[in-house]
């Protein structure tokens, strides 16, 4: 009889939901995090200024206000990376987070 231990280990993910939808970002606070793709330093002003001329009262915390998140480094420091953002976004009231402003 043998004894096989697999190298992918268990998983460790834990499942949780998804935060509901908000109905409006009217009075809400939206935090931009930058992951230094496609033009973020040009596209992120623009979405600004469409938010705030869609949502009256809408606050906008711009990427420059956050570290910038690359993809850079192993699986631990890109978690920590997110984890700080994450952190970072509820001590500033993030009610919604643009992580990306696509390729």
Do not use: H
């Not at 939808?21 to 979405?47: A, M």
């Amino acid at each position: 009889m043998y004894e096989v231990l697999s190298p992918l280990g268990e998983p460790t993910v834990e499942k949780v939901g998804v935060a509901p939808r908000l109905s409006d970002l009217r009075g809400k606070t939206v935090c931009e995090v930058w992951n230094r793709g496609f033009r973020g330093d040009v596209s992120f002003p623009i979405i600004r200024e469409m938010l705030q001329e869609r949502y009256p009262g809408v606050k906008v915390v711009p990427f420059t206000e956050f570290p910038m998140q690359d993809t850079c480094g192993s699986t631990s420091e890109l978690q920590g990376r997110v984890d700080a953002a994450i952190a970072l976004a509820i001590q500033r009231g993030c009610d919604a987070m643009i992580t990306g402003n696509g390729f």
